[in-house]
């Protein structure tokens, strides 16, 4: 299997748990989710686009679909030609959203050769260092 699903470390949801806990005993749902909540950047934009484009690659080549970031990508488990097809849809995938993305395909590749495993979320902020708007 070329993912696994490993359930996050432990942690509080909000920075803030007494606003939280006072927003959801009055019934308040917006003051719950603004409880957990932070504003976006444009690197929480960029970060959702190749996020996006890695689930739907990942299904298109008939894997199971990556749920969460803290999948684990183990990379010698995947064949050399799902390999290309991964690092070109995922590539193509950004680049049509307006973003400037590296050939992916390669690097993969490399990942493969050398017998790697990557976290997803590792994977999103290493191409996120990589694509420009």
């Known amino acids: 299997?070329?993912?696994d699903e490993s359930d996050p470390a432990g942690?509080?949801?909000s920075d803030n748990p007494s606003q939280?806990?006072?927003?959801?005993?009055?019934?308040?749902?917006?003051?719950a989710l603004l409880a957990v909540s932070t504003s976006a950047t444009?690197?929480?934009?960029?970060?959702?686009?190749?996020?996006?484009?890695?689930?739907?690659?990942?299904?298109?080549?008939g894997f199971p679909s990556i749920s969460n970031q803290t999948s684990r990508i183990v990379w010698s488990?995947?064949?050399?030609?799902?390999?290309?097809?991964l690092g070109n849809g995922i590539t193509n995938c950004i680049s049509e959203k307006n973003y400037q993305c590296p050939a992916l395909a390669p690097v993969f590749a490399t990942l493969k050769e050398m017998n790697q495993v990557t976290v997803v979320s590792d994977l999103v902020t290493g191409i996120a260092?990589?694509?420009?708007?």
């Open 1 to 3: 299997m070329a993912t």
């Open 11 to 13: 942690g509080t949801p």
């Open 20 to 31: 939280l806990q006072q927003a959801a005993d009055a019934g308040d749902a917006a003051g």
């Open 42 to 61: 444009a690197d929480d934009a960029k970060k959702a686009v190749i996020f996006n484009c890695i689930v739907a690659n990942f299904v298109q080549q």
């Open 77 to 85: 488990t995947i064949g050399d030609t799902v390999i290309q097809f």
């Open 129 to 133: 260092t990589l694509v420009t708007p």
